[in-house]
């Protein structure tokens, strides 16, 4: 619709350009009912002379022709056109625009109005956004779409959200949803600054994301940039934000006094491990746009600078980023150009999230410098730092922050360009082509001094270095038509076809080196050639891939057609080939259909604007995590030392020829009820995931060896629901008021697996390798938490007593028997919550506003991981500090898996609280100034005794002494490690000022 | 390597950029710390000790290597399920779901992971074989190809029983019963060495197999070994004795093979002499030169697992066995797990001067690689020096840090990695001794006839002959020479005592002499495993 009057904004503009008239200076105000109304755009027709109403409604344009017409346009307003007729005074009242419901939602290739949507989709603007210091753009969102979770357990600022849409979407697929910027598929996320973001648009069910087909299956996320418009006055804004964030809640540990009267080693200090290795982190943003238009072409230009702390010491980001947005009309408006670009570039402190697990366990007696322990100690070896030897998995965790570096580069640069031609008034089509490469440097430098990989106790092969580079360039060329044609006063067809080609190429290269020469202050990671490993064989780890060529493309087509402006149809089609699946199931076809009806236009309630079902059908696919698991792989045989002779035998893994794409095929009931105050949206699904891709065992024998293979392996069930509730319980001209409610649950059912139940998710080292927590069976719910159950007492060695849960006289709870039937195990916990709620509450009252949303999720439960580690009471263990949540009882002194240690985990948290003041600044130079206050995450009511309650939706593995986080496993929801970062509680300042 | 040249090179690179001139202090420094390596030769990778396997059948044998010497699989399960070694509950450490404790005690199950891993290591060697022989082989690379593939099946065969044969790449066959898998791994054998039975006067001439003392290569000798232990073992496997065959193929092997027991005058270097410490003997001879890090020229070696710290790697006792601390005894690249103790009643049934006792363990307060005590901050009593004391508390849930004697046979180096240089052997000449000595017993009923081999043995161990034996102390003999060697679980099964009590194993259940049927195999295989008797 906007679309539309600027159409015919330039269409008059062209008619007047070559009048010539007096010019003079017009003031006025502009009202609503509600009273004066604030940013309404004021354009001289047929130029890009214009203003915006401040404060108190009132605008200002110089050089206005006596006879010419002013355009008074504002979001949600009718635009009015007034004739300036000599006066220099010009009032306008704007009624309200009934026709919300014609709101522009944007859909995969085009575009809709809210009235048609057929399918879940949810839109969430700016005006809605999470408030505070923001770097991952998909937390703008936590909370706001029913069924779209996003959880970044503890808020490190360089670790990415989890997202998922309706629960799990896939097992050995892809599991982070599409990512669509401004029509563009496949573009990083991480190259939009937060606060360039006008509008994100979530696809939720099967029906809207299949003209996606491929990578639709866990959602598609469609991203529209703040662009100019036409016509709009060169204006410039700023937008600061300075925060400051410091450790919302952390696992309670025992101070030295409490340690040693527990019987720990007493290494005569007295330190406080966790505040050693945190900070009160500070952020700053700074976010510069420029916009402006002329009658037949817009920008918008912005500049993003982010300095960002980690309340873990050295961690933290710097980046900058700009983006250009560019549209133009040709050819009498015809042709209509969109450029779009965009750079960032991220100086990564990532930090050791390891010295946030060592601080927690580290013995509170210990000092942190050599010179202070209670013995004769070598420090020097260690750089001044103490360090317990002789221990498993304990390291000074101030020595592995301050001695060690992790840090990495991200460039990353896009461009797309869209030309639509406008055969007809019916018929357009787009060509879109867009190019992403990214490139990441990642180094970590591990001093001769550093025990934490340093290898520091080694006489002589001291010190590490790696670096890691990756690059991913990403094309898409992108060609569709569109037809729109109304055959008659009831009935509209739209239909849209076209074809899209995908291609990203990846390479990479690692490379490992140390000994480095000692008594040298000097980060040896810059002269990599005084390495002595390079002198030695097999020292050097080094290692390189690339894959090139992976190809998507897919043919699509889509038909819209409108019945009588009250009965909406929708059908999809999208065949598509990916190069990841062997020869023979390369294509796969994805169909959608379908329908809404608007009741109340046969109904014809009172007050009610809207009350809409809709039923949709759609199937989306999932592709493989890598690519060649269709094919075969060989295992290359080197002789001794690079004499001998060379062979080739066999691979790693069992080629699947037939591996084939997986399915999701989602049946989604909607209704939408909107009056004038309330709107309400109520969603039930039942989707179906077939084939699921899974790397599945395997029998040895009959596969030479092979013991596993990417399958096909298993189907999967989710039944969810989904409600939004919005009412905007005062509003008149001083108080607005209006409050939501988000509430969504699902259930999954892992219906068939291949792979054969088992339990994963093992808890690790020290001692609990081959204890794995989690149960997955056929039939069952996924993310079970599977164990034996303790009894509360403990007998003479300090043992947990267990119970025998099937009272058969025969306690059976080793881990080996975790699947028989006569275990003593039962379900202790989910992983994955009963259902999750969110509150907001949108309050203005004059130049004052205040948003505040609450957020819990309500049923799941963690594994405590922590604490089933460290809190028994351990005699051998006496060098590592204990846990001591309140949970904690001195008479266990065995470290052993039980229900004790499965927590409850509900909570609600106070997410997002800010309030904001809007200065009538109106001078010259300042049209307005906001200031807002903000805080994230300012307290949580829960039970849990970690430091964070938030589900874990996925799994990254056991971790321990020094090693890496393994690939995410979706089926083990449900266990808090002892690798995550703290949780934090951000305070931000923000300063918004338009010139 | 010497340091001199390292820290020169270094300081030339700095003078480019940086100022040097109070870096030769520091350097001094650090050349009169504990840490000199005056005097130390650090071995780079062992040199090979003979013909490595031809191309085609490299992957076939590397797959050798696999759990034969390390943590988890074929070794794990052979020495814990034995009266040799434990891994015991050592507070938070080690518990690891009971698995360890499980095997044991001999309450294990289906679903332990370690015999999948067993089972899959078998079968990947025998894919590989299968794989090669679908190629072009040479007579020779055809018959060391099938012995291979028999010394898999054998494994399989003495830890399963009941297992599918497969002989072709991208084959199935039903699950066979043992006797069938024995008649297999026997006519394969038989057919390597290109006889139809063995007997007293063997004529292996219609062999493709070689004769040469090449231990990284299966000659005649070691298919002859294979046989010898199969038959020696074939009333277990079949029910039905075989004694005189493996009294036959054993002496075939002492009288014609070009192998001698390695003892007094046979002497490696000690690659673990620390130089401040006095006491660590400069070289090591007889029965410790047979396992050492550079044991890769061994007379005493048939057919040995090449092991290599860079180009061969698997073999971890360094890691397994050793506490955190004795890193810093042989300063070695990665900290130790702290796992394998050996069991109380097994170090103590050596004679105090045997030196297979001081070459096999290592106990008593320990030393740091500059000779002073080397510590434990995390001891158990107040005395911070690690002590590994031959005594264990107890199995669980507390077995303390220090206890139970830790393996020390296939002895460290100092600077050792993760992965050892040690060769690991199949057979060697004094398991083929022991061997035909029970063999021969067994096969007349008397065991007197034993004494020769084993007074062999026991003489270049330095103790006493003895004059007269029974079966436990034939057991007994043959658990002090073939320590760490994974013989020990198939021995007691043979001798009966696998169902005995010991320490803290209590159980006797007779039909935990095979292993189950690893329980992932049995759900992958459609229908076509199914599982061992009273699992």
Redesign the interface.
């Known amino acids: 619709m906007k679309f539309n009057l600027l159409k015919q904004l330039m269409f008059f503009g062209i008619m007047l350009c070559s009048s010539v008239m007096l010019a003079q200076t017009v003031t006025g105000t502009v009202t609503s009912n509600d009273g004066p109304l604030p940013g309404v755009s004021v354009i001289v027709k047929g130029t890009s002379n214009g203003a915006s109403t401040d404060f108190d409604g009132k605008y200002s344009i110089d050089n206005v022709a006596s006879d010419a017409v002013l355009v008074f346009s504002s979001i949600g307003y009718t635009t009015k056109e007034v004739p300036v007729n000599g006066q220099s005074t010009v009032d306008v009242k704007l009624e309200e625009d009934a026709q919300a419901l014609d709101e522009v939602v944007v859909v995969g290739y085009g575009s809709t109005t809210r009235k048609e949507v057929t399918t879940a989709v949810t839109s969430v603007g700016e005006e809605d956004f999470n408030k505070g210091v923001i770097a991952d753009a998909t937390q703008l969102l936590q909370g706001k779409v029913a069924g779209l979770t996003i959880y970044n357990k503890g808020g490190n600022p360089n670790s990415n959200a989890t997202i998922r849409l309706r629960g799990i979407s896939t097992v050995g697929g892809n599991t982070e949803p599409l990512v669509v910027i401004d029509g563009v598929l496949g573009q990083s996320l991480s190259n939009v600054d937060p606060s360039d973001i006008e509008n994100i648009t979530v696809l939720k069910d099967g029906s809207a994301a299949a003209i996606y087909g491929t990578r639709g299956s866990s959602g598609v996320i469609l991203v529209t940039t703040k662009s100019g418009k036409n016509g709009q006055p060169f204006n410039v804004s700023y937008n600061g934000q300075f925060s400051v964030a410091s450790i919302g809640n952390q696992i309670d540990v025992m101070d030295r006094a409490t340690f040693l009267a527990t019987g720990g080693?007493d290494?005569g200090a007295d330190t406080d491990w966790i505040d050693e290795v945190t900070r009160n982190a500070v952020s700053k943003v700074h976010n510069i746009a420029a916009v402006g238009g002329t009658e037949s072409a817009n920008y918008r230009v912005s500049a993003n600078f982010r300095d960002t702390e980690g309340i873990l010491i050295g961690s933290g980001f710097d980046q900058f980023n700009v983006r250009t947005k560019l549209s133009g009309k040709m050819l009498n408006d015809k042709l209509k150009i969109d450029f779009n670009s965009s750079l960032t570039q991220r100086d990564s402190d990532f930090g050791f999230n390891e010295a946030l697990r060592y601080a927690v366990l580290y013995n509170p007696t210990a000092p942190i410098l050599g010179a202070d322990a209670p013995?004769a100690f070598n420090a020097d070896q260690f750089g001044g730092f103490f360090e317990?030897?002789?221990?498993?998995d304990s390291f000074n965790p101030v020595s592995i922050a301050k001695q060690n570096k992790n840090y990495g580069t991200r460039n990353i640069l896009n461009y797309s360009l869209d030309f639509r031609y406008s055969f007809t008034d019916d018929l357009s089509a787009n060509l879109s082509f867009g190019e992403q490469n990214e490139k990441n440097t990642n180094r970590q430098y591990y001093p001769v001094t550093s025990f934490f990989r340093g290898?520091a106790?080694?006489?002589?092969?001291k010190g590490r270095a790696d670096f890691f580079t990756n690059e991913i360039r990403n094309k898409t060329l992108e060609l569709f038509a569109t037809y729109n044609k109304s055959i008659s006063d009831n009935f509209i067809l739209k239909v849209t076809g076209g074809y899209s080609w995908q291609e990203t190429d990846y390479n990479e290269y690692f490379l490992q080196l140390g000994d480095f020469?000692?008594?040298?202050n000097?980060d040896f990671s810059d002269?990599i050639?005084?390495s002595?490993d390079l002198?030695?064989?097999?020292r050097v780890v080094a290692n390189s891939g690339r894959n090139d060529d992976d190809r998507i493309i897919a043919f699509f087509a889509r038909a819209n057609a409108t019945i009588n402006d009250a009965i909406y149809l929708n059908a999809s089609i999208r065949r598509e080939g990916s190069s990841r699946f062997g020869e023979d199931e390369q294509w796969g076809i994805f169909p959608a259909a379908a329908i809404g009806a608007d009741l109340n236009k046969f109904l014809d309630l009172d007050n009610v604007n809207l009350l809409k079902a809709r039923l949709g059908y759609g199937v989306t696919g999932a592709i493989p995590p890598g690519v060649g698991l269709s094919q075969t792989t060989f295992?290359v045989?080197?002789?001794?030392?690079g004499f001998?002779?060379?062979?080739?035998?066999?691979g790693s893994r069992k080629a699947n020829p037939a591996l084939k794409w997986e399915e999701k095929r989602e049946l989604n009931l909607g209704f939408e009820f909107e009056t004038d105050r309330l709107s309400a949206t109520l969603d039930l699904y039942n989707r179906d995931i077939v084939d699921f891709i899974t790397n599945?065992?395997?029998?040895?024998?009959?596969?030479?060896?092979?013991?596993s293979q990417f399958q096909n392996g298993g189907e999967l069930n989710t039944k969810g629901i989904e409600l939004s509730l919005n009412y905007d319980i005062v509003k008149n001209d001083k108080l607005t008021y209006n409050s939501g409610i988000i509430f969504s649950s699902y259930k999954t059912i892992l219906e068939k697996n291949t792979g054969?139940?088992r339990t994963t998710a093992n808890l690790g080292?020290?001692?609990?390798?081959?204890?794995?927590v989690i149960l997955v069976r056929e039939g069952e719910e996924v993310g079970q938490i599977w164990g034996p159950v303790f009894s509360g007492d403990v007998d003479a060695?300090?043992?947990p007593i267990l119970v025998d849960v099937n009272g058969d006289g025969n306690l059976v709870t080793?881990?080996?028997?975790?699947?028989?039937d006569d275990v003593d195990f039962k379900v202790l916990g989910k992983g994955i919550p009963d259902f999750e709620l969110s509150w907001t509450h949108s309050l203005t009252y004059g130049n004052w506003d205040a948003n505040v949303l609450f957020r819990g999720a309500f049923g799941h439960s963690l594994v405590n991981a922590f604490r089933a580690?460290?809190e028994?009471r351990?005699?051998?263990?006496?060098?590592?500090n204990f846990i001591n949540t309140s949970l904690a009882r001195n008479d266990i002194?065995?470290?052993?898996f039980s229900s004790y240690y499965v927590e409850k985990a509900d909570f609600v948290r106070l997410d997002n609280l800010s309030i904001g003041y809007n200065f009538d600044v109106n001078n010259d130079y300042i049209k307005n100034i906001r200031v807002s206050l903000t805080g994230q995450n300012l307290f949580t009511i829960t039970d849990y005794t970690g430091a964070d309650p938030e589900p874990a939706l996925q799994d990254f593995g056991a971790v321990d002494?020094g090693g890496n986080l393994g690939q995410a496993n979706v089926l083990a929801p449900g266990v808090d490690r002892r690798y995550n970062y703290f949780a934090s509680r951000v305070i931000t300042l923000g300063l918004n000022i338009n010139f | 390597m010497n340091r001199f040249i390292k820290l020169t090179f270094v300081c030339s690179m700095l003078f480019t950029a940086y100022s040097c001139t109070d870096l030769d202090e520091v350097l001094e420094d650090e050349l009169t710390t504990e840490f000199s390596d005056d005097g130390v030769v650090v071995i780079e990778g062992a040199t090979d000790g003979g013909i490595l396997p031809s191309g085609t059948l490299t992957p076939a044998y590397n797959r050798l290597r696999n759990g034969s010497a390390g943590h988890g699989s074929y070794y794990s399960a052979q020495e814990v399920s034995s009266d040799e070694m434990a891994l015991g509950q050592k507070g938070g450490d080690w518990f690891d779901g009971g698995i360890w404790l499980r095997m044991h005690r001999h309450t294990f199950d289906s679903s332990n992971g370690t015999f999948n891993n067993i089972w899959n290591d078998a079968y990947g060697g025998i894919g590989e074989v299968n794989l090669a022989l679908s190629g072009s082989l040479s007579p020779s690379e055809e018959a060391q190809a099938k012995t291979l593939r028999a010394f898999f099946y054998w494994r399989l065969l003495d830890n399963f029983g009941r297992v599918k044969i497969i002989t072709t790449a991208g084959g199935d066959a039903p699950q066979a019963t043992s006797q069938q898998v024995f008649d297999f791994v026997e006519s394969e054998l038989l057919g390597v060495l290109g006889i139809g039975a063995v007997t007293s006067s063997l004529d292996l001439s219609g062999s493709a197999l070689g004769t040469a003392a090449e231990p990284y290569i299966v000659g005649q000798y070691a298919a002859l070994g294979l046989l010898a232990k199969l038959y020696l073992n074939a009333e277990v496997y079949t029910g039905t004795a075989r004694y005189q065959e493996a009294d036959w193929a054993a002496t075939y092997i002492i009288d014609n093979g070009p192998y001698q027991l390695c003892a007094d005058g046979c002497t490696v270097q000690n690659l673990a002499k620390r130089p401040a410490v006095a006491s660590d003997p400069d070289n090591l001879e007889g029965y410790a030169a047979v396992f050492a890090p550079n044991n890769q020229f061994n007379p005493e070696m048939i057919w040995s697992i090449r092991y290599d710290a860079v180009s061969a790697t698997g073999m971890n006792f360094s890691q397994m066995n050793f506490h955190y601390s004795t890193q810093l005894t042989y300063a070695l690249d990665q900290q130790p797990w702290n796992g394998y103790q050996v069991v109380e009643e097994f170090y103590n049934s050596y004679e105090a001067n045997d030196k297979r006792k001081t070459a096999n363990f290592l106990v008593g307060p320990q030393l740091d690689f500059g000779g002073n005590a080397l510590l434990d901050f995390a001891a158990d009593d107040p005395d911070l020096q690690l002590n590994y004391t031959p005594a264990i508390n107890e199995l669980e849930p507390n077995s303390l840090r220090e206890s139970g004697a830790r393996a020390a046979k296939f002895s460290f180096q100092l600077f050792g990695r993760q992965e050892m240089n040690n060769d690991y052997p199949i057979f060697r000449l004094g398991q083929v001794h022991l061997l035909r000595a029970e063999a021969r017993s067994r096969a007349a009923g008397d065991w007197s006839l034993s004494l020769p081999d084993v007074n062999a043995l026991r003489d270049r161990a330095g103790v006493a002959a003895l004059s007269s034996i029974d079966a436990a102390g034939f057991l007994a003999e043959r658990g002090r020479e073939m320590f760490q060697e994974s013989s020990r679980r198939t021995d007691q099964i043979r001798f009966g005592t696998f169902d005995d009590s010991w320490w803290e194993k209590t159980n006797s259940d007779a039909f935990r002499s095979v292993f189950p049927i690893p329980q992932a195999q049995i759900d992958a295989s459609s229908g076509s495993l199914t599982q061992n008797p009273g699992y």
């Open positions: 080693t290494l013995f317990t030897l002789g221990l498993f290898n106790v080694s006489p002589f092969r020469p000692p008594g040298v000097f002269n050639e005084v002595q002198l030695e064989a097999g295992g045989t080197n002789g001794s030392n001998g002779s060379s062979s080739t035998g066999l599945v065992n395997i029998d040895a024998a009959a596969n030479d060896g092979f013991t054969g139940d080292a020290p001692g609990q390798n081959s204890t794995n060695n300090g043992t080793d881990q080996g028997s975790a699947l028989n580690f460290y028994p351990i005699g051998s263990q006496s060098s590592y002194r065995t470290a052993q002494n």
